[in-house]
């Protein structure tokens, strides 16, 4: 293995990934700006003020909370371009742990950084071809995709991806899988309020799952198949 | 207004954007495939990723191409398309966008009742709403990615096994999608009143079917040893789930 070079290579990451992020952000922020030029309109900034109290405050948090949980199971590169790319939850998270699982690299290794990185920046230029070719073909496009026929398939999409994840991550261990899956269906159940906020029960879920795990990882060194 | 909200101006402004982006995400997988090469990875195994990560990726796109649909006709295609491809995220841009409309006296997200001032408004707060990963991750992702890596060894060290940082990961992703799932079937139990059984079941026989055929997939694949299925097995297995869903 050439050190030196992945060590640059990992230099080189934070200092690109910095660089994008600062460049991507001022263009994002700068926009609504250049826009409100073009069209005659420049923002409120009362209105944006007040608007973000009301409803960007809670998106600030979540956002935190995604960047602490998150960042570990992306690593650097793939950290750095999720949280430029967005749409995290409903597909790079779950794209990056299925490449991690398909090439079976650890965390925390340069190998893992490697896949995770290909898996997030493959992932995002494919969301961007597609929708590119999706806005180009908007008018033909827009009565197959609107189709009554097929609304269900697209309002399923996420039941679909998290359907096929939960069978490649619960063989890993059945029997812990269950007890978020218990927990969960019980509190939705009995609190039918919480059923939109599903995003934001992943991190009660995920903390309870977490705690059991560290029980059956200090027993068994692993959560792998302990039923077994 | 939709017409202005459609112009070529504003696709030059939002298209030159996600150019950008694009090209920061070939740089990456440009210098990731390298280093690959370069820590003795196998070439097959990398393309692999790249493959997997697109097959499984075209789905969830063609989703949030609808997203950028229904968005279309209250700001326009050009504000949607850059928000949805670039830092977005589909359950928050349309939920943000109303909340935003109404912020700002425009009401309900609508292209008759757009003025240059609420859309100049709207999209400045989408935009400001859902950066701090962005700006986190200037800061801290390499100090927070480097403590987190030292407590992993120390740990790995201390007890002579494998850190736990991968039970952590599986068992986060399991909490992940249990709570999604979850949320299924108390919308089934309760989501028309405690214990009624009249919700929506079809997100539920999704998510059953996608597992099913995940799991002929994985038969194959380390049964038979056809491990190129492995490439195709979530998209596979999502496409059949979601045609499912049309026939229920």
């Known amino acids: ?228 | 207004m939709i017409r202005t909200l459609n112009s070529p101006a504003l696709y030059a402004i939002c298209g030159g954007i996600i150019g950008f982006v694009a090209v920061v995400c070939l740089v990456f997988l440009i210098r990731a495939y390298r280093a690959g090469i370069a820590a003795g990875m196998d070439k097959g195994m990398l393309k692999r990723t790249i493959t997997s990560s697109v097959t499984f990726t075209i789905l969830p796109s063609v989703g949030i191409l609808l997203g950028v649909i229904a968005l279309s006709g209250s700001l326009g295609t050009p504000w949607p398309w850059l928000r949805l491809s670039v830092i977005g995220a589909l359950h928050y841009e349309t939920q943000v966008a109303q909340a935003a409309a109404e912020q700002v006296g425009v009401g309900t997200l609508s292209a008759a009742n757009m003025t240059p001032v609420g859309f100049a408004t709207i999209a400045l707060l989408m935009s400001i709403c859902i950066p701090w990963g962005m700006i986190l991750s200037f800061f801290f992702n390499k100090s927070y990615l480097k403590k987190i890596k030292g407590k992993n060894k120390e740990e790995a060290d201390k007890e002579k096994t494998p850190s736990f940082g991968d039970s952590a990961m599986i068992a986060m992703f399991m909490g992940l999608v249990s709570a999604y799932i979850g949320s299924y079937i108390g919308g089934f139990v309760s989501g028309e009143g405690l214990f009624t059984f009249k919700g929506d079941l079809t997100p539920i026989i999704v998510a059953v079917i996608s597992a099913a055929v995940m799991a002929v997939f994985t038969y194959f694949a380390e049964k038979k040893h056809m491990v190129w299925l492995e490439s195709f097995s979530i998209a596979g297995s999502m496409l059949v789930g979601m045609l499912a869903a049309v026939f229920i």
């Open chain 1, 1 to 228: 293995m050439n050190n030196e070079y992945l060590e640059k290579y990992n230099k080189g990451t934070h200092i690109i990934g910095r660089l994008a992020s600062a460049i991507a952000l001022f263009l994002l922020v700068g926009a609504p700006f250049l826009i409100g030029k073009v069209i005659g309109g420049m923002p409120d900034l009362s209105a944006v003020a007040k608007g973000f109290i009301s409803v960007g405050l809670v998106w600030t948090i979540s956002s935190v909370v995604e960047f602490l949980v998150y960042t570990p199971m992306l690593g650097a590169g793939g950290g750095y371009l999720a949280f430029i790319t967005g749409n995290l939850i409903n597909m790079k998270i779950p794209c990056a742990m299925n490449a991690k699982e398909m090439a079976g690299t650890r965390s925390g290794t340069t190998e893992n950084e490697i896949i995770s990185t290909l898996s997030i920046a493959a992932s995002s230029l494919t969301t961007i071809v597609v929708l590119a070719l999706g806005v180009l073909l908007l008018t033909p496009l827009q009565p197959i995709l609107q189709s009554e026929t097929l609304q269900p398939a697209f309002a399923n999409v996420v039941p679909a991806l998290f359907g096929a994840m939960a069978y490649q991550y619960f063989r890993k261990n059945l029997k812990l899988a269950m007890a978020p899956l218990i927990i969960m269906s019980v509190l939705f159940i009995l609190v039918p309020a919480l059923i939109s906020q599903a995003s934001i029960m992943i991190l009660p879920s995920g903390a309870i799952t977490i705690a059991l795990a560290y029980m059956i990882y200090k027993k068994n060194g692993t959560i792998e198949k302990a039923e077994k």
